[in-house]
């Protein structure tokens, strides 16, 4: 999810989609460009895509990151960015393409979900929240773009089942959008904190045993109810991890972690 500035709008290619706006676009194996858009992506993973993907296939989050991403710190950003790694193969495949298409569909990630919209926060100094944005961005080549299936941002996001991955890349990009200023110091990203960060964002195997079996909760309180959420379902443990990532690298105050007194 791109950070946008009102600014930047001019900048953003495709065309920008209002709230009741349509698009036509349909996708389906009887067109010659199927699966096309599989091929050689710089496809961003993010948290709650990685989460998705590592249950589908019934690994670690650990194999997972081994396997299939790499992980990429640019110079100008604070944080790693993760990123599918294609097949090593001449087309540079996405190592989920199969001949008959998307072998973890149900679970595919967010930009997949989201094709051929295009999603992004648009950040306003005056306004408390950010608001959604949505472009319309098929490439070139997509034939579906010329299908006669109309849709409404609502009713794609219906369709595609994608109100769990905008709500939680929602969630992420706010903490994502901390990391446009550097709260490393000397340490840097590759640090204890840094490190400490990633996992808590991107491993949530690893996650999970320092919240439950180090000594985080004789230090930090957690309320019973919050406990017993994140210890029966994952999704409640990541968005208590992004919390934690606020609280413990920003000093945001939450209700949801306390310092024990004493």
Not at 144 to 157: A, F, M, N, R
Not at 178 to 194: I, M
């Amino acid at each position: 999810m791109k950070h946008i500035a009102p600014e930047n709008m001019d900048q953003i290619s495709g065309i920008r989609l209002e709230e009741g706006d349509t698009f036509s676009f349909h996708c389906h194996p009887g067109l010659s460009c199927f699966n096309w858009c599989c091929r050689n992506l710089n496809l961003f993973l993010y948290p709650y895509d990685l989460l998705r993907l590592k249950q589908r296939l019934g690994i670690t989050s650990d194999q997972f990151v081994d396997q299939y991403v790499d992980i990429v710190l640019r110079p100008s950003s604070h944080f790693p960015e993760v990123l599918l790694r294609m097949a090593e193969n001449d087309e540079k495949t996405c190592p989920f393409l199969t001949d008959q298409g998307c072998s973890v569909y149900p679970d595919r990630p967010d930009t997949c979900r989201s094709f051929p919209v295009e999603r992004g926060s648009l950040y306003d100094e005056n306004a408390k929240k950010p608001k959604p944005i949505h472009f319309f961005r098929p490439p070139d080549f997509c034939l579906g773009q010329h299908e006669d299936k109309t849709w409404t941002i609502e009713t794609w996001d219906e369709d595609q089942d994608a109100r769990s991955y905008c709500q939680m890349t929602s969630r992420w990009a706010e903490v994502r959008r901390l990391f446009q200023t550097d709260p490393w110091g000397k340490e840097g990203p590759d640090g204890p904190r840094g490190k400490m960060a990633f996992m808590a964002a991107y491993n949530i195997d690893r996650f999970r045993e320092f919240v439950f079996e180090s000594s985080f909760l004789k230090r930090y309180k957690v309320k019973a109810a919050r406990l017993k959420k994140i210890k029966n379902d994952e999704q409640e443990l990541m968005k208590f991890g992004f919390e934690w990532i606020k609280f413990f690298v920003w000093g945001v105050k939450t209700k949801a972690i306390r310092l024990k007194k004493g």
